[in-house]
């Protein structure tokens, strides 16, 4: 079946490093890929998404392409921030069969800490 | 903001009760999700709505489960004789799917169940 696999954690950062945190992934069909985030005491929200192999997700900063000889999707950002502190997950759903895409397979999270 | 909502946030129960969380989807949106995610881990698919039909279903969703979309719009996800292994935060998300392609599923707060 379908799994993500992200780097333990958590990451502890200063205010403008460089973050990376790795997601791999297996799956059956042709997979679009994602990172949420959620912050504290929020829900889950969509950060990006790339839904073909080269394909580059991005938005407020953070960046990840679609890798499918590695089958993976790393999320970078160049310069974090206090308010990066959250959880990230990455996950994908397929569209295996030629089914509609439908559910969605997560990752374990990733607890991003960043301080001033 | 007409977002996704679930009611209640928040559950105490004891051991052998029933409970019942409800999901109001955002109005337009066809397609319906639970997924349930327990303490440092991610969301995991429990079952999901096209309309009022049950579309696919998790082998998580053991017989004590049930859930319900009866006209399409909000959805009900019923434990029965409750355990403390289901002591969880159970998420709805929603989406307007149309053909095959993905689309972008809004997550709700999620309603946390502690079982004692």
């Known amino acids: 079946g379908d799994s993500v696999t992200q780097m333990e954690g958590p990451v502890t950062l200063s205010e403008e490093a460089f973050l990376t945190i790795n997601c791999t992934y297996t799956a059956t069909g042709y997979p679009s890929l994602f990172w949420y985030v959620q912050y504290p005491g929020e829900g889950l929200q969509l950060l990006l998404k790339a839904t073909k192999a080269d394909d580059k997700g991005s938005n407020k900063g953070f960046e990840a392409t679609y890798r499918k000889e590695t089958t993976s999707f790393h999320l970078e950002k160049g310069s974090v921030q206090v308010s990066d502190s959250a959880v990230y997950f990455c996950?994908?759903?397929?569209?295996?069969?030629?089914?509609?895409?439908?559910?969605?397979?997560f990752g374990q999270g990733t607890i991003l800490t960043v301080h001033p | 903001d007409t977002g996704v909502s679930q009611d209640p946030r928040h559950k105490i129960t004891k051991r052998g009760q029933n409970v019942t969380f409800r999901c109001d989807p955002i109005s337009e949106h066809n397609r319906l999700y639970w997924y349930r995610q327990t303490l440092g881990q991610g969301p995991e698919f429990l079952t999901y709505f096209q309309n009022e039909a049950q579309l696919e279903k998790s082998r998580l969703l053991s017989d004590r489960f049930s859930a319900e979309r009866p006209k399409g719009s909000f959805s009900t996800l019923e434990i029965q004789r409750t355990e403390q292994g289901d002591s969880a935060m159970y998420l709805c998300?929603?989406?307007?799917?149309?053909?095959?392609?993905?689309?972008?599923?809004?997550f709700g707060p999620g309603t946390r169940l502690t079982v004692l």
């Open positions: 998300a929603s989406s307007l799917a149309l053909g095959i392609s993905y689309n972008e599923q809004f």
């Open positions: 996950a994908l759903t397929t569209n295996a069969g030629g089914t509609s895409y439908g559910k969605l397979t």
